[in-house]
């Protein structure tokens, strides 16, 4: 095998993931961040990893699949190396059914997850049942899928850090890019290509629910983390004027996630929290070589599967920087610029 010295230009999730990827083969790796571990998306509170629906599939839908079922031997090696809580759980998800036809469609959707999921998860439709942590549901039944699983974004992200740092890797705030070099910036370095940004308010609440299944109602994510707290999350918003402040959006989550799921109402905030999220044109994460840093790479555009997709952004990038083994699907490729 080819070995390289890397430079990941980037301490969010994706480009720790390559580092820590190129590390375990090897490789001299150096990663660098002027504002530190974690200091973009991916020092958030949610940290919901779902699947998208199982139909109609893609490149991107079973990439995304073959990288959740990596994820737990993923995050155990990283806490086995580091000693570190990356507060990964593979403890399935909860979703209401508004009417008669949501449920028709699940059902069809159940039948479709038993042929593409290929007996590593099952998504199946159930009754609502008595128990605390059940969501109310118009229709009298829920989705249950047991391939969702959740993780702690800060505490994942540093033991990432930790566990390049422990393959020998360096991380520093500046320095001087050698070898292959990786740009994972977030959504700076996704507006250089014709992407964007879209911030993201979340919050943090305390009430013990570790061990139970994630939820997702109203179109936000409930998700009761390890540590005897419940993240809510998120806004989307195209257009803001302050990335990293909350505001009145953030105070609608929490309302909408309390009416969605009552058992929530007297739970203290004890956290909030603004970021942006990289969003590429296509929503889909932008990997392989660079658009515009000719000779240079990309791992980028998490948007809101970043962490769900790290293990498997890691594998494939390696795979690329090392050996020269491209398997990087065409839909997640940058286009380049047009000749002139």
């Not at 001299?28 to 504002?35: E, H, Y």
């Not at 800060?154 to 990432?160: I, V």
């Not at 990786?182 to 911030?199: D, H, L, R, S």
Request: glycine share 10%; net charge neutral.
């Amino acid at each position: 095998m080819a070995i390289a010295d890397v430079t990941v230009m980037g301490a969010g999730v994706f480009g720790l993931s390559v580092a820590y990827a190129c590390a375990k083969r090897g490789a001299q790796v150096q990663v660098i961040d002027p504002a530190g571990v974690a200091a973009g998306a991916s020092g958030g509170l949610v940290g919901a990893l779902a699947p998208h629906v199982p139909e109609n599939w893609n490149d991107k839908k079973a990439f995304q699949f073959d990288s959740l079922i990596m994820a737990a031997a993923f995050w155990a090696d990283v806490a086995e190396l580091t000693g570190a809580d990356t507060g990964y759980a593979r403890t399935g998800r909860l979703q209401p059914l508004v009417d008669a036809r949501a449920v028709e469609l699940a059902r069809a959707r159940a039948t479709s997850a038993d042929n593409l999921w290929r007996g590593h998860a099952t998504w199946q439709v159930e009754s609502v049942t008595d128990v605390p942590w059940m969501p109310p549901s118009p229709s009298g039944f829920v989705v249950r899928d047991t391939l969702s699983a959740l993780i702690h974004p800060r505490r994942a992200t540093q033991a990432l850090a930790d566990a390049v740092l422990a393959l020998g890797g360096t991380i520093r705030p500046v320095g001087s890019p050698y070898g292959k070099i990786v740009w994972a910036t977030g959504w700076a370095g996704m507006q250089e290509i014709g992407g964007n940004g879209v911030k993201g308010q979340a919050a943090l609440l305390r009430f013990d629910a570790a061990g139970a299944p994630q939820l997702f109602a109203d179109a936000l994510h409930i998700i009761p983390h390890l540590d005897g707290t419940v993240a809510v999350g998120s806004t989307s918003e195209r257009d803001f004027t302050d990335p990293a402040t909350t505001d009145s959006a953030l105070d609608d989550v929490i309302a909408r996630a309390i009416a969605a799921f009552p058992v929530l109402q007297k739970a203290t905030i004890i956290e909030t929290w603004a970021g942006v999220r990289p969003r590429a044109p296509s929503r889909a994460p932008v990997l392989g070589h660079h658009p515009t840093r000719q000779g240079e790479y990309i791992a980028n555009g998490g948007f809101k599967i970043g962490f769900g997709m790290a293990p498997k952004v890691g594998q494939v990038m390696a795979d690329l920087l090392l050996d020269g083994h491209d398997a990087i699907p065409d839909g997640f490729r940058a286009a380049l610029p047009a000749a002139r």
